[in-house]
């Protein structure tokens, strides 16, 4: 302890942060435990209904969740492809669909959703 | 092709998670692309010692029943490059673990990554025995104390038994001894085994003597592995532990009690 430390604001104790970490995380965690794990499957419905407008690789599509005390974030990025590969909306069939993928383009990246506090983020 | 470690013990609470998290984080640190596994189904805590809680959407069963990509379930440390953590499920039983969904994984994961680092859960049941069959070095994590060297016994059987080396009659897994929880006082008093003592019962390689360290319980709550913590004992100790596993000749600290004189103990306030 030297002098100084009584002028700077003292950082918060560890033992501090380990109990508001275990307390976001238990949260959660105790929501969760009644429900099936959801997530997969909000995956694969939101993948299934862009992919009927939209080429998209699999795995190019980054899924990142930051949990906190008061709302969550889920952020799904889904990289698209280039313009011309994209199809309107009334072309949208995925079966007969023409053999465009020899000519890949620079594709677009584009965050398809920062949901907050929306459908999937659980407020308390 | 990546090189896979079990960090393993038989016994629980001997320090296998903060071992795991200290050592893929000192394998990182000397550039190697490391990734470290939590095989303990149902009991998820390395993502709490890793301080990634917050961030995991999916995890290594989500990966292992195809509900989700490799690369999305994989966390990338913040503080760290080359360093990856992969959480295991808080809500499935380890049946989830079968051995070909396990080998597919790591397969893919020895392709893109120097160093798999599997953090095996207690006991001899089938997430320890997943996280060990497909290793090819382990560090043998043990406290000194008798039931936690016995359990070290026990597991060191296993791993010359039931291994895929041992199984397919291919050069034994490397096993190394990394001991915990050291307390050189009580060994002075003759409180506690020492390290020649443990050494004489396993009878194998000395990988490192980490202190019992207040530093440990620091890190731990606020989730940085205490490899991190330079200052401490423990740190240090595990930093020379992960260049001697790197071929390293590095001599061993932090067993003998130390003198400390007037200034050290005025400037050292951390074990």
């Known amino acids: 302890m030297s002098i100084f430390s009584f002028f700077r604001s003292a950082p918060k104790a560890s033992a501090v942060q380990a109990k508001e970490r275990l307390q976001i995380v ?12 959801y997530l997969p499957m909000l995956q694969q419905e939101l993948l299934a209904v862009i992919a009927k407008y ?6 190019k599509v980054e899924v990142k969740l930051d ?5 969550s974030t889920l952020e799904v990025n889904i990289e698209l492809p280039g313009r011309e590969q994209i199809r309107k909306p009334a072309d949208a069939k995925p079966a007969e669909q023409p053999a465009n993928g020899e000519d890949k383009t620079t594709p677009a990246k584009a965050t398809a959703g920062a949901l907050t506090n929306g459908g999937v983020s659980k407020r308390r | 092709m990546g090189k896979i470690i079990v960090m393993t013990s038989g016994k629980g609470g001997v320090g296998k998670t903060t071992s795991s998290a200290a050592f893929a984080t000192g394998l990182a640190l000397r550039g190697f692309k490391t990734v470290v596994i939590d095989f303990d189904v149902g009991l998820r805590n390395l993502d709490l010692v890793m301080g990634c809680e917050r961030r995991v959407v999916f995890d290594f069963i989500n990966v292992i029943n195809g509900e989700a990509r490799l690369n999305q379930a994989l966390i990338k440390d913040k503080r760290v490059d080359n360093l990856y953590i992969l959480p295991t499920s808080q809500t499935r039983d380890k049946d989830a673990l079968t051995k070909e969904g396990v080998e597919r994984i790591l397969d893919e994961l020895q392709k893109e990554f120097d160093y798999i680092v599997c953090d095996s859960p207690a006991g001899i049941e089938r997430g320890a025995l997943m996280s060990l069959y497909f290793a090819d070095h382990a560090v043998i994590v043990t406290n000194p104390e008798v039931s936690s060297v016995r359990d070290s016994d026990r597991i060191l059987g296993v791993l010359n038994s039931k291994s895929r080396r041992a199984e397919q009659g291919l050069e034994p897994v490397t096993q190394q001894l990394l001991l ?9 008093k003759g409180e506690m085994l020492k390290v020649d003592d443990v050494l004489e019962i396993l009878a194998i390689p000395l990988l490192g003597v980490i202190p019992e360290s207040q530093a440990v319980l620091r890190a731990s ?3 940085m592995p205490v490899i991190l913590d330079e200052n401490s004992n423990a740190g240090q100790a595990y930093l020379d532990a992960v260049g ?3 071929g390293e000749d590095v001599e061993h ?8 004189g007037l200034f050290s103990r005025l400037l050292r306030r951390t074990a």
């Open chain 1, 26 to 37: 238990m949260a959660h965690e105790r929501v969760g435990r009644s429900g099936p794990d």
């Open chain 1, 67 to 71: 949990r906190g005390g008061d709302c």
């Open chain 2, 180 to 188: 915990t929880r050291y307390d050189p006082e009580r060994v002075e």
């Open chain 2, 253 to 260: 600290r932090f067993t003998k009690v130390e003198k400390k």
């Open chain 1, 54 to 59: 939209v080429d998209i690789d699999a795995n």
């Open chain 2, 221 to 223: 709550n606020i989730g």
């Open chain 2, 244 to 246: 001697r596993f790197l």
